[in-house]
């Protein structure tokens, strides 16, 4: 007399194993001993003791009078019913019904062909329904572009992985290299769909869509504020005092600006419509921004020229909002 397997041995699994670790190992090994797929002699012996283990894991009060009797509380021993411990076919699914749900997992090995491997009918050929197609699910991906890109626009290169869940956002792509076209003036946190580059669609669906959240990268000396384009024009003491005009860059170009006398850090020399433009017509303005800068090294002359000078300037801070109480802290 045979001594009776250990059901969860054969499974590959503790006795604590919870239902999903119990599914999960038997669809590996059905899917690895199938006679349809292994063709070892023993494979058909292989898969009839999976499957019996599984028909009673699977079954909580099965599996309960398992764990206190063994086999003989279960009464089974030989095979499972309906195997009689011969060599399995799927057609006696097609015959009869699918009390394990393992047809799924022969859909997945033997999808879209017309029979199985050795001439006999496939899943479907002896009038199963056929699963309605789903839509695959949309993938996420983020995608950093220069500054200069995201103002002017432009196009970025991406790679999709060769599977889902993998590459620059996992689409359908099989290590496909896509274009794709970024919108002047777009922001970080803005969204671009790529559709049809997402997860494969179960059963003959349609795929789904890449989603691209924008990042955009940095630029050596413009910034942004929405459309409107800032950048940092330094002047000496002089300058400032007396007024000056200057040459500065633009997204395409350059512009004079005439900065008046008496400037002071921080304002803003503005130029209308010179900033970032969107494709619909809506454009940002230019911002000079006005940096004074003191030299940290004088001459002796220039030193003395500024000393001579100094009684003449009016004091800036006796106008500022908290003077008042600056000179009563102090008396």
């Given at each position: 007399m045979a001594v009776a397997k250990d059901y969860y041995e054969l499974l590959g699994v503790e006795r604590g194993a919870t239902a999903d670790e119990i599914r999960r190992a038997y669809r590996t090994l059905a899917r690895k001993y199938h006679p349809d797929v292994n063709k070892?002699?023993?494979?058909?012996?292989?898969?009839?003791?999976?499957?019996?283990?599984?028909?009673?894991?699977?079954?909580?009060?099965?599996?309960?009078?398992?764990?206190?009797?063994?086999?003989?509380?279960?009464?089974?021993?030989?095979?499972?019913?309906?195997?009689?411990?011969?060599?399995?076919?799927?057609?006696?699914?097609?015959?009869?019904?699918?009390?394990?749900?393992?047809?799924?997992?022969?859909?997945?090995?033997?999808?879209?062909?017309?029979?199985?491997?050795?001439?006999?009918?496939?899943?479907?050929?002896a009038g199963a329904r056929r699963p309605r197609p789903r839509?695959?699910?949309?993938?996420?991906?983020?995608?950093?572009?220069?500054?200069l890109t995201a103002a002017r626009g432009g196009s970025e290169r991406i790679r999709l992985g060769g599977g889902a869940g993998g590459g620059a956002g996992g689409g359908a792509g099989g290590g496909q290299s896509i274009e794709v076209k970024i919108p002047a003036g777009i922001d970080s946190g803005a969204k671009l769909r790529l559709k049809g580059k997402g997860h494969p669609g179960p059963d003959g669906g349609a795929a789904g869509d890449i989603i691209l959240t924008i990042a955009v990268g940095k630029h050596p000396y413009f910034r942004r504020e929405g459309l409107d384009l800032l950048v940092d024009v330094?002047?000496?003491?002089?300058?400032?005092?007396?007024?000056?005009?200057?040459?500065?860059?633009?997204?395409?170009?350059?512009?004079?600006?005439?900065?008046?006398?008496?400037?002071?850090?921080?304002?803003?020399?503005?130029?209308?419509?010179?900033?970032?433009?969107?494709?619909?017509?809506?454009?940002?303005?230019?911002?000079?921004v006005i940096q004074i800068a003191a030299p940290k090294t004088l001459s002796d002359r220039a030193r003395q020229l500024l000393s001579d000078l100094a009684p003449e300037l009016k004091n800036p801070r006796e106008s500022a909002p908290w003077a008042a109480d600056a000179r009563g802290s102090a008396g």
């Open positions: 070892s002699t023993d494979a058909a012996t292989r898969f009839s003791e999976i499957q019996e283990a599984y028909d009673v894991l699977s079954d909580a009060g099965k599996r309960k009078a398992y764990d206190r009797f063994g086999a003989a509380g279960v009464g089974v021993g030989s095979g499972p019913a309906g195997f009689g411990g011969g060599r399995w076919d799927f057609r006696d699914f097609a015959a009869g019904g699918d009390p394990s749900g393992f047809s799924s997992i022969f859909e997945e090995m033997f999808a879209g062909r017309a029979g199985s491997p050795h001439g006999g009918p496939g899943p479907r050929a839509r695959g699910g949309d993938a996420q991906h983020r995608l950093t572009v220069s500054f330094p002047l000496t003491l002089a300058e400032a005092a007396l007024g000056t005009t200057v040459t500065v860059p633009l997204l395409t170009g350059s512009v004079e600006i005439k900065v008046p006398p008496g400037a002071a850090s921080g304002q803003r020399l503005r130029v209308k419509g010179k900033g970032i433009a969107r494709p619909q017509g809506a454009a940002g303005d230019f911002h000079a």
